[in-house]
C-alpha cells in the first residue's frame, strides 16, 4: 500500500543528505556540525542495512539502491568533516564519546531483538542507536552562538522526516493493524531530542534576527 507518509519522509531525508553535502561543498566548513552524530548515523545505516549481505534479501532495486546510497553519503561526509575539512572542524565542543551511546543501545539490541538472528539484533541497535544519535550535535548547538542556514535547514529536514515517521507507524497501525515496539519507542526518544534541537535551533535564530522562511530559502 502507497503511504505518503513515508514517501514524503524518504524524501526530507534524501534532502537533509544534499542540503549537508551542499553546506560542506559551498562553505568548505563543517562549522556547527557534529562530527560524533555524524559517525554515528554512518554506524546506525551500516548495521541497519547488513541485510543486504543476507543470501536471502530481496527487495526493488529503487529499495536496494536507496540503502547503498545511505551508507555511501554518511561516510562521504564522515570522510569530508575529518579529512578535507578538518581545520574547520570544532574538535574543542564536539566532545561526547560515543563509546557511552554505541554500547548501551547494542546493549539493549541483544535483549530487546524480536528475534535472535544476527540481522535482526543489527537492525534493532540501529534503532536505537538513530533515536540518541543527534544527541552530540544538541550538546554542540548547545555551546556555540551561531548556526549557519545550512545547517539549519539540515536540522530542520532531518527532525521533520522523522517526525513524519511517526504518523508513519500510526498510519500502518491504523490501516494494517502493523506495529512494531521498538521502533515506536525508538521514535519518540528520537523525536523529543529533536524537538530540544528546535528549541535551541530557534532561540538561536531568533537572537540572529532570521525566520524560517530565511532559512530555507
Known amino acids: 500500500m502507497f503511504n505518503i507518509f513515508r514517501t514524503l519522509a524518504d524524501c526530507l531525508h534524501v534532502i537533509a543528505f544534499?542540503?549537508?553535502l551542499a553546506k560542506l561543498w559551498r562553505t568548505k566548513s563543517s562549522a556547527g556540525i557534529s562530527g560524533k552524530t555524524q559517525i554515528l548515523f554512518a554506524i546506525v545505516f551500516t548495521m541497519r542495512y547488513t541485510d543486504l549481505l543476507s543470501p536471502y534479501h530481496y527487495h526493488s532495486y529503487?529499495?536496494?539502491?536507496?540503502?547503498?546510497?545511505?551508507?555511501?553519503?554518511?561516510?562521504?561526509?564522515?570522510?569530508?568533516?575529518?579529512?578535507?575539512?578538518?581545520?574547520?572542524?570544532?574538535r574543542e565542543n564536539d566532545v561526547m564519546y560515543n563509546e557511552f551511546l554505541v554500547v548501551p543501545c547494542f546493549v539493549l539490541a541483544l535483549f530487546?531483538?524480536?528475534?535472535?538472528?544476527?540481522f535482526e539484533i543489527m537492525w534493532t541497535f540501529s534503532v536505537f542507536l538513530e533515536s540518541i544519535a543527534i544527541i552530540p550535535q544538541l550538546e554542540?548547538?548547545?555551546?556555540?552562538e551561531f548556526v549557519d542556514n545550512y545547517t539549519s535547514f539540515y536540522l530542520l529536514s532531518l527532525g521533520s522526516y522523522r517526525a513524519l515517521y511517526i504518523i508513519n507507524w500510526?498510519?500502518?497501525?491504523?490501516?494494517?493493524g502493523y506495529y512494531d515496539v521498538n521502533a515506536i519507542t525508538a521514535g519518540f526518544v528520537q523525536?523529543?531530542?529533536?524537538?530540544?534541537?528546535?528549541?535551541?535551533?530557534?532561540?538561536?535564530?531568533?537572537?540572529?534576527?532570521r525566520t524560517l522562511i530565511s532559512v530555507v530559502i
Open 191 to 209: 523525536t523529543t531530542l529533536f524537538a530540544l534541537v528546535f528549541v535551541r535551533l530557534f532561540s538561536l535564530m531568533r537572537r540572529e534576527k
Open 170 to 176: 500510526l498510519y500502518r497501525y491504523h490501516y494494517e
Open 62 to 90: 529503487y529499495i536496494s539502491s536507496m540503502k547503498i546510497a545511505f551508507i555511501a553519503l554518511s561516510y562521504l561526509i564522515v570522510y569530508l568533516m575529518y579529512g578535507p575539512y578538518k581545520k574547520t572542524y570544532d
Open 140 to 144: 554542540l548547538l548547545c555551546k556555540i
Open 18 to 20: 544534499i542540503v549537508l
Open 112 to 118: 530487546f531483538s524480536d528475534k535472535d538472528s544476527p
